[in-house]
């Protein structure tokens, strides 16, 4: 049995074709710049993981196994409350439990694990002590909207990411201008002013918003449509590159793999242990690619390749530098 890897959560322009013209209810709440987890819970045990691992006593990273297991009372009493009252949209699970015998749910809390030694730069990282902030839940595999557990309380150390300030928007995706003035508004103040940071007596910067459906129909995967907004890559229109000249046009784009981008270069490094830089670079460039596709779509063949290059360089030379400072 192993934690599900939590999927990437995409830019507004690469979810405008799941939405298919509707009008949905969105919830904004705070993206936190951490570690990526998931906690599993299946018949009293415990399967943990960070973004890209599966974590053991003797393979750890940050403490977090150290960490889930000093709080998994806590984790199993939420999940007790979570399945005693679970939304109507599990009616059919219910009742194959009911068919099957079975009383044991599988659910999974994934979180953003946050606080000194983990990430900089942010107001988050400035809190004494390390947090486990709870942003998604799982129960047999299937999303819980947030609303369903909006008023859920942990408690030492453990937080739902709706006890911190959240957004409530509706997006006309037939005509989303204001909508998006309003999120990319939300997410500079976010960007001058963590609020999970603030409450927490903390002031710094923070990172963005994420943006995910307050409700969905049963049976279907809420994840095509959670986008995020980062304050650092505010606008959620495309560029319009194709009046640059060819010379200058790599060079430009280029500036997506930016400093936080870099910085996730060590961090898969120091977390899968992977030692080969090329190997690192590409898994780095293979995720700008994916999350920058409508930016890059303008690049030929050619300049695709050249960007790719250039892009090796520089997080070559980030790892480099940073090995010096180890």
């Avoid at 999940?79 to 079975?102: D, M, Q, Y």
């Avoid at 839940?137 to 937080?159: A, C, H, N, Q």
């Avoid at 030692?275 to 030929?300: C, G, M, P, T, Y």
Wanted: overall charge neutral; hydrophobic content about 35%.
């Amino acid at each position: 049995m192993s934690t599900k890897k939590f999927p990437s959560v995409e830019k507004f322009n690469r979810i405008v074709k799941y939405a298919n013209g509707s009008s949905i209810d969105y919830r904004g709440t705070v993206k936190l710049h951490g570690c990526n987890t998931g906690t599993l819970l299946l018949n009293d045990k415990l399967y943990i993981r960070s973004r890209h691992k599966q974590l053991t006593e003797n393979d750890d990273f940050h403490d977090f196994y150290k960490f889930v297991h000093e709080h998994e009372n806590i984790l199993k009493e939420v999940a007790k409350v979570i399945t005693s009252n679970l939304p109507i949209e599990f009616e059919e699970i219910r009742k194959k439990k009911l068919l099957t015998g079975s009383h044991d749910y599988e659910v999974c809390f994934y979180g953003e694990y946050c606080g000194p030694g983990i990430q900089k730069g942010v107001g988050i990282s400035l809190l004494k002590q390390r947090i486990l902030v709870i942003f998604q839940i799982t129960v047999d595999d299937v999303w819980l909207p947030l609303t369903s557990w909006e008023k859920v309380l942990f408690g030492e150390r453990i937080y739902n990411i709706q006890q911190f300030p959240f957004w409530d928007i509706t997006i006309d995706f037939n005509n989303p201008n204001d909508a998006i003035d309003e999120m990319n508004r939300l997410t500079m103040e976010v960007g001058s002013e963590c609020p999970v940071a603030k409450s927490l007596g903390i002031i710094g910067s923070g990172e963005g918003i994420v943006w995910v459906p307050r409700i969905w129909s049963q049976g279907t995967d809420p994840t095509n449509l959670w986008f995020k907004t980062r304050a650092d890559r505010i606008s959620l229109h495309h560029k319009n590159h194709k009046l640059k000249s060819v010379d200058n046009l790599v060079n430009d784009l280029v500036s997506l793999l930016d400093e936080a981008r870099l910085d996730q270069a060590i961090e898969y490094k120091q977390e899968t242990g992977i030692k080969n830089f090329s190997e690192i670079s590409d898994h780095i460039i293979a995720n700008l690619l994916r999350e920058e596709s409508d930016q890059l779509e303008v690049l030929s063949e050619t300049q695709l390749v050249k960007f790719k290059n250039i892009c090796k360089g520089k997080i070559i030379m980030h790892l480099k530098a940073n090995m010096k400072t180890e």
